[in-house]
């Protein structure tokens, strides 16, 4: 999250409400590939009712979180950039680009140096925060410098994901040193509604291609109850969360497919595919490896399976990878 460990200081243009104290935009995401890459995710618009409560839950908390921050004694908010702060105060569209996010972020102006301020905020942390590091930067030509210190808080189950606060200090002349906090707080994309298995399942077909082989083997799952656990446990599974994640280099996939139908001969009502990469152990799904799903022929948000296939092959008594 750093954005002070280098030498030079990259300026980053930033949205500015001039006559607030604290203001607040939403994070932008990107998209990509995987497998060796990078795996992104990109976040839907908060369209549902859960969806606006958490992006709203994410926008106050990020402005909750700048009110944690106490400053030294004789420190002044002010209501933009302090001027003479060489650009090291220009607060950033976002901490953290690639998530669902709300911004929030505040100035002040201090007396003192900026070690001996930060010092003093580092004394007295905000409520409820871990530090999660600090950084320093410095311009040979101008001969500034700035430093910065990071806190987050735990997330909050199903509404809030990583919530970070990042405090940066320069020299602004005259004995007073600038200060910017800028907080992120990520709200949880939920589930969508419509990326449901249908409860008409009556049959689950359950088939393992493996590389170079012409079946890998498959089962027919048929007995009510253990469909009803199969339907109820993949319908429980998280949506990926938006994010950009440096992914190994996978190779030879094993793909298990499970098509769930009304019956025997009727169409496929939902499709699921799982990539197993070699050593092919059924290794947990993740960022990197996650389950798409098809409903009504229609792709549907990828999940974050875990280890959903340990837990299918237990409800059957059986293996399938």
Same mark, same amino acid.
């Given at each position: 999250m750093? /954005? ?15 006559s ?6 939403a ?11 990078q795996q992104?995710v990109?976040?839907?618009?908060a ?7 958490n ?5 106050l908390?990020?402005a909750? %979180?700048?009110t944690?921050l106490?400053l ?6 002010v ?9 090291y105060l220009?607060?950033?569209p976002?901490?953290e680009?690639?998530s669902?996010s ?8 201090? +007396?003192? $140096? ?19 590091g600090s ?13 910065d ?6 997330p909050?189950?199903?509404v809030l994901?990583?919530?970070? %606060?990042?405090?940066t ?16 707080? $990520?709200?949880i994309v939920p /589930?969508?509604?419509s990326?449901?298995? +249908? ?16 079946d ?5 799952v048929?007995?009510?109850g ?10 429980r599974l998280?949506?990926e ?7 190994p280099?996978?190779?030879?996939? /094993? ?11 009727g169409?496929? %009502?939902a499709?699921?595919?799982?990539? *197993? ?6 290794? $947990?799904?993740?960022q990197?490896?996650?389950?798409e799903l098809s409903?009504g022929g ?8 875990g *280890? ?6 237990r409800?059957?008594?059986?293996s399938i990878?």
């Amino acid at each position: 999250m750093h /954005r002070l460990g280098r030498i030079i200081v990259v300026l980053v243009v930033a949205v500015v409400a001039a006559s607030a104290a604290v203001a607040i935009s939403a994070a932008a995401t990107f998209g990509g590939g995987a497998d060796g890459r990078q795996q992104t995710v990109r976040p839907p618009r908060a369209t549902s009712p859960k969806a606006k409560s958490n992006q709203r839950a994410a926008r106050l908390d990020a402005a909750s %979180l700048i009110t944690k921050l106490t400053l030294p004694a004789g420190a002044t908010r002010v209501p933009a950039e302090p001027a003479h702060d060489h650009g090291y105060l220009k607060p950033m569209p976002v901490l953290e680009l690639e998530s669902a996010s709300e911004t929030a972020h505040a100035w002040w102006t201090a +007396p003192g $140096d900026p070690a001996s301020v930060l010092a003093a905020i580092e004394a007295n942390p905000p409520a409820g925060a871990t530090q999660d590091g600090s950084g320093s930067a410095g311009n040979s030509k101008t001969g500034s410098s700035a430093l910065d210190v990071d806190y987050q808080w735990p997330p909050i189950a199903g509404v809030l994901g990583s919530r970070v %606060l990042q405090v940066t200090v320069t020299s602004i002349g005259g004995g007073r040193t600038g200060v910017l906090a800028e907080s992120q707080s $990520d709200w949880i994309v939920p /589930r969508p509604a419509s990326e449901r298995i +249908p409860a008409a399942t009556r049959v689950v077909q359950i088939a393992s291609a493996v590389p170079g082989a012409a079946d890998g083997g498959s089962v027919t799952v048929t007995r009510d109850g253990q469909i009803r656990s199969i339907v109820a446990l993949l319908n429980r599974l998280p949506i990926e969360q938006p994010g950009v994640t440096p992914c190994p280099l996978l190779s030879d996939p /094993r793909t298990i497919t499970m098509t769930f139908r009304g019956r025997a001969s009727g169409p496929a %009502l939902a499709v699921l595919r799982f990539a *197993d990469y070699r050593p092919w152990r059924a290794a $947990d799904s993740n960022q990197c490896a996650p389950v798409e799903l098809s409903i009504g022929g229609r792709r549907r948000p990828e999940l974050d399976g875990g *280890d959903f296939i340990k837990r299918i092959e237990r409800i059957i008594g059986l293996s399938i990878t």
